[in-house]
């Protein structure tokens, strides 16, 4: 399975981000929301006419829960939202996606190593696994990021 | 003056007999001393109380004494004393106590009384034997040690197995979490 790193502007993420997802419509979703709440990205999504029933997500924006059926994980503990990660894909049978938004996000509360580190953790489980996985991150931010990570994927979008 | 003469002869034929009955006066002094149970085993600084009997056979007037008290090792080393002067008429008792030194060694001791008349050398001695063992407090203050140092092991243990096994709570919480999401959607 392949990985891709899709770099945008920050005005088009949003919509690159429904894109993707409304071509994995059929199939399992991991999504793994850094910059919007799991309520604002439904919201989005149920917007533009696509189905969140097999859309998995992980919010890491707020902790509040309203939602039994949303794994909340702090965007600073890593190691945990990477096992949370690696858990849904080992219990969801089947074709799945992991859908990352914003990851240079995670910038903001963790060290740039530590980030390239999770990256490449998540994108060689993923492969193990046959998962695809597709991240999104604004091009404004974290160039140095960018630059360490981009070896990790197979394909890099701009 | 062949009164006062044979006066003075009678009396010299009397002294003899009369100084037997001072010395047999002065002999007829007994006492003893005794211990209660609580204090035949005891700590070096500790004060040892005990009770004291004299009885005075050898005359109904009033007499005044001397107690010393005293304290002996193995080694027959005095350690400590004591005296007292009381008068006493037939019989007295009475309770009195002693200190041990702070430094006194374990093992056996005698506590020895001597009843001295006063104007008369001593007639009348008793003693009684008891145990110097290892300061209670020093026991339970090493066993209390023990017991903290245990508590203190006891509470670092703990904190090592939660630093350590807590990150594998977590990671159960986060599996049992996932899958009944996942069960749930599916």
Known sequence: MTSILEITSVENLQSRINRSVKSFNNDYIIYVSLNKTQKSVE????NEGISVSKIFFIDCVTNE??????MHIPPTDLEKLRFAIGSFIKEISGKKFLVIDALSTLLIYNDENKVA????EVTEFASKKDVKVIAFSPKTKGEELLNK???????VKQ | MKKAESFFISLLLLLPLLSPLSVFAQGNFNVEISLPNSYKSVSAGEEIWFTVKTVNLGSENRVDITLNYQIIGLNNEVISSKSQTLAIETQASFVGRISLPENASPGKYALKVTLNPI???????????????????D???IKYIYILLAAVLGIILLAYIFIKLSPIF??????????RIVKKKI
């Open chain 1, 43 to 46: 919201r989005i999504l149920k």
């Open chain 1, 117 to 120: 580190a999770f990256v490449k």
């Open chain 2, 139 to 141: 026991a339970q203050t």
């Open chain 2, 119 to 137: 104007g008369a050398s001593s007639v009348a001695q008793s003693q009684v034997t008891f145990d110097v063992v290892a300061k209670k407090t």
């Open chain 1, 65 to 70: 829960k309203t939602r039994d059926d949303v």
């Open chain 2, 170 to 179: 977590k990671k159960i919480a986060i599996r049992s979490e996932v899958r």
């Open chain 1, 149 to 155: 990570i981009f070896n990790f994927f197979d394909d």
